[in-house]
C-alpha cells in the first residue's frame, strides 16, 4: 500500500528565503506525482505535476523534482514571500494501465508560514 | 471560467437523514472524485469515477453512494449519515484518470452531522 509522507509538518520562514519541501512515498511504482497548494478554508489548487518520466518541472517561482528510486520529491520555492504561506501537499498517483483503476494517494502536507 | 462546482458549501444535518452533495465540473473532464479531509488523517478518497457509468471505492467508501449518470455531474450521497462522517469534502476532476492531466479541485462542502 502506498504511503506518502511530509515532514515537518509545519515551517516558519522569514520572507525572501529561499525554501525546499520534501515528500517520500514507498512504492516506487507511480505514474505521476503532483504538488498542491491549499488555502485555509479553501480546495487545493494544482502546482505541479511531474511524470514518472520526467526528473523535474518548474513553474515561475517554483521548481518540483522527483527521484523514483529514491522515492523522494522535492519542492523549491524561489524567495519566498507571506502571499506563500499556505499548506503545501503532495500525492503519488499509482501506476496502471490506461483504462483500470485509478488512485491517488496524499500526504499530509506541509504548513508554511512566511514571516514578513 | 473553468471549474469544480460543489454545493452546499456548509451543511448541518442530524443523524439519518439522507442527503446529498452535488458536484459539477464544466471542463469535459472524464474523471471526478470525491474526497474527506480530517485532521491528521489528511486528504482520503471515498469514490471516484473514470467515466459515464464507471465508478469504483476509493479508501473509505462504506457509508457512502455516487453515481454519474452523465459526464458533468458526480453526487455524493449519504443515505444515512453518521456523526463519523462529519468532515470536509472535495469534489475533484480531471481531463484523464490516468495522470496526465492535473487535478482540479473543488471549493469544499463542511458537512456536521448531529
Known amino acids: 500500500k502506498q504511503e506518502v509522507t511530509q515532514i515537518p509538518a509545519a515551517l516558519s520562514v522569514p520572507e525572501g528565503e529561499n525554501l525546499v519541501l520534501n515528500c517520500s512515498f514507498t512504492?516506487?511504482?507511480?505514474?505521476?506525482l503532483q504538488w498542491f497548494r491549499q488555502d485555509p478554508g479553501k480546495g487545493l489548487t494544482s502546482l505541479l505535476l511531474i511524470q514518472s518520466s520526467q526528473r523535474e518541472q518548474t513553474s515561475g517561482r517554483l521548481n518540483a523534482s522527483l527521484d523514483k528510486s529514491s522515492g523522494r520529491s522535492t519542492l523549491y520555492i524561489a524567495a519566498s514571500q507571506p502571499g506563500d504561506s499556505a499548506t503545501y501537499l503532495c500525492?503519488?498517483?499509482?501506476?496502471?494501465?490506461?483504462?483500470?483503476?485509478?488512485?491517488?494517494?496524499f500526504g499530509k502536507g506541509i504548513t508554511l508560514s512566511v514571516r514578513p | 471560467e473553468a471549474q469544480v462546482t460543489q454545493n452546499p458549501r456548509y451543511l448541518i444535518t442530524v443523524t439519518g437523514k439522507k442527503l446529498t452533495v452535488t458536484c459539477s465540473q464544466n471542463?469535459?473532464?472524464?474523471?471526478m472524485s470525491w474526497y474527506r479531509q480530517d485532521p491528521g488523517l489528511g486528504l482520503r478518497q471515498i469514490y471516484y469515477s473514470m467515466n459515464v457509468e464507471v465508478t469504483d471505492k476509493g479508501d473509505v467508501p462504506e457509508g457512502y453512494k455516487v453515481s454519474r449518470k452523465e459526464k458533468r455531474n458526480f453526487p455524493l450521497i449519504l443515505e444515512s449519515p453518521s456523526p463519523n462522517q462529519t468532515s470536509l469534502y472535495f469534489c475533484a476532476s480531471s481531463l484523464a484518470g490516468w495522470g496526465d492531466s492535473p487535478l482540479h479541485f473543488g471549493n469544499g462542502t463542511r458537512l456536521t452531522v448531529t
Open positions: 512504492d516506487s511504482a507511480i505514474y505521476n
Open positions: 500525492a503519488v498517483e499509482g501506476k496502471h494501465k490506461p483504462g483500470a483503476n485509478s488512485k491517488l494517494t
Open positions: 471542463m469535459n473532464h472524464e474523471y
